[in-house]
């Protein structure tokens, strides 16, 4: 019988057919990458790092991860043991960090979060019910994770990063009833057919779960009949140009800007927090008023951090004169007060571009609603009802902001090379030339002769 694993209890806890699926149908490939857990290897790292240990190594799988572990306690422990693997019956934990402080045993779980969110407690005191039972002595249950309010102020010296946040009296609170929950999800992955449970706000809290695609496969589409705007909930197609007046008055030249950006648990450039959204890339089309379009782009993969270089780049071939679009222009409005406050030298330049931008969603949320939209006003949802040719899903390797900063990733961490490393770059660049020329049809879909 398989064992109740940290993962498993979690899952369980989010949803009884989640713990199921996860144990005796998982997904074939599953999908192994994410900003968030990109972000949560990050940080392990730097915890790895700052506390110098024994670790305990997973690459042979769990029944060696417990068999090292055992030994390691056998010979007395390590005042900093990380990746420590106990078993007790059916449940099987690996503790992010076990350490001895002042005579007390600690059990530290490292969350990449900025504070300590409800599913922390469940996650540290399944830890600690295994731990305990399986007798490994913990006094007290910390979480370790992100200070948001810290500042890189020199390379490589990070004090200040890690926050430690006692969760010993919430999770003391919680073990009583643990054990017997624990031992019902063991039951349901014994289960010889996936318990039925309906989609429900549990798909998405506390995480998304991997399922959606297949428990969505023949459930009917999603009801819009109570959606708040009557536009969505008549199903039909509307379209007031009228109320894109805004933009037939907007004067030329017309830019169209989008910023890709990337955000760090464990801050790289000199002056940034954990998790600003750092911009390493754009695009811009450039519309003049004879319809003439021009396109001008910047990725940084090696030279990231120089945001100057990025910043100057720009500033070359936005227009002095005219309006600057963007879709959701608060994000564009933010990338470029960052850029200002990081290069004081384009500050003024930087800010009197923010101030020209104009926002493409507010304007397209009034005037136009497609019912393939589906309720939704998010650019990769309207612009296949304007421009069929421009569909994100036919581009390669590259299609939403989390793939770019993931290619992003890969490329600046070495991770691929040779043809595959152009083809990424290529990848990425293509997708926000994409963003900005979605834009350019937008506007001139919208701003048409009624
Ligand atoms: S998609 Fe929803 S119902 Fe299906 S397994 Fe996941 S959480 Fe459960």
Redesign the pocket.
Known sequence: MAWLTKSRFMAGR?????L??EVNEPLEAHAADSMPLRQGRAFDEFVRALWPGRVIARGRGMPAAIAETSRVFAAGGAPVLHQAAVRHGDFAVIADVLRRDRGESQLIEVKASTSVKPEHLPDAAFQALVMRSAQVAVDRVLLGHVNNQFTLERAGEFDGLLVEADLTPQVEALLPTLGEQAVALHRVMALRA?PD????P???LPYD????E???RGAAPADLSTHRDERVRAGAVFLDRGAAAELREAPYPHSFLDFETIALAVPEVVGTRPYEQLPFQWSLHVEQASGEVSHGEYLAIEAFGDFDALASALLEVVPAQGSVFAYNAGFEARALALLARLCPAHATRLHALAARLIDLLPITRRAYYHPRMQGSWSLKAVIPTIAPDLAYGELADVRDGEGAQLAFLDLREGRVDGSRRAALTKAMLDYCRQDTWSLVQLARFLSAAA
Do not use: E, Y
Not at 14 to 18: F, M, N, P, S, Y
Not at 197 to 200: E, I, Q
Not at 209 to 212: L, T
């Open positions: 989010q949803c009884a057919k989640r199921w699926f996936a449970v309906a989609m429900g549990q798909c998405h779960c991997p399922f959606i297949r428990c969505a």
